[in-house]
């Protein structure tokens, strides 16, 4: 009698140990989140301030790159760092870096929208073409959620994402280099909107750019 007396004792001893344990791991999970969330945001501001303080971007510009990290950073987490990022190559000179970026953005956004889209699915094979952002500028066409001038500009950022990928040192001229940064920029609200319909962050986007 007295074994199973201890014997439960010991059993809820043990179960109280695991609850405890398991509520501190809880914890430290919430402050790991937290401090997480804090060094993001600390980054945030940083970047910010610098985008403020740039001679090199037009007032305009760098308020649609600050109304973009700011949005995107209560939506997306992946997109906000890559328009961080993106930032950063240009503010030292990598302007091609920057825009490739910004098409890597572009081909998320995408992929997000279409993923799961039976229909595009099968219009890629009907159509012989890739799922790639070609094929998904192209499908996006067909549903007329771009125009036609929206689609060739944004094949033509491409174009420049993939001439650095297959040519070492590639240059721009500095006039297609600021084109490809504002085209970017607005071809990410227009998909933005496309992706993320409901959100008022991001619904409240403008759907075209200009300096």
């Not at 990022?85 to 990598?94: D, P």
């Amino acid at each position: 009698m007295a074994t199973k007396v201890t014997f439960k004792v010991n059993s809820t001893a043990v179960l109280i140990i695991g609850a405890l344990i398991l509520f501190y791991l809880y914890l430290e999970n919430l402050k790991s989140k937290e401090k997480i969330r804090e060094l993001q945001e600390d980054k945030l501001k940083l970047m910010l301030d610098a985008l403020k303080n740039n001679d090199s971007l037009s007032d305009e510009l760098r308020r649609q790159f600050s109304k973009l990290i700011v949005s995107f950073q209560k939506v997306d987490n992946t997109v906000s760092n890559e328009l961080m990022q993106a930032l950063q190559l240009y503010q030292i000179g990598q302007v091609e870096n920057a825009i490739e970026d910004l098409v890597k953005i572009m081909e998320h956004l995408l992929k997000k929208h279409y993923e799961h889209s039976d229909g595009f699915k099968a219009w890629l094979k009907e159509q012989k073409k890739r799922f790639d952002l070609h094929g998904m500028l192209g499908f996006c066409k067909h549903e007329k959620k771009i125009n036609d001038v929206e689609y060739n500009f944004f094949l033509a950022i491409k174009a420049i994402r993939n001439k650095e990928d297959h040519e070492v040192d590639y240059q721009i001229d500095p006039f297609l280099g600021a084109s490809g940064l504002i085209a970017g920029i607005g071809a990410i609200f227009k998909l933005a909107t496309l992706v993320y319909p409901s959100d008022n962050d991001i619904a409240l986007l403008p759907t075209t750019v200009g300096l």
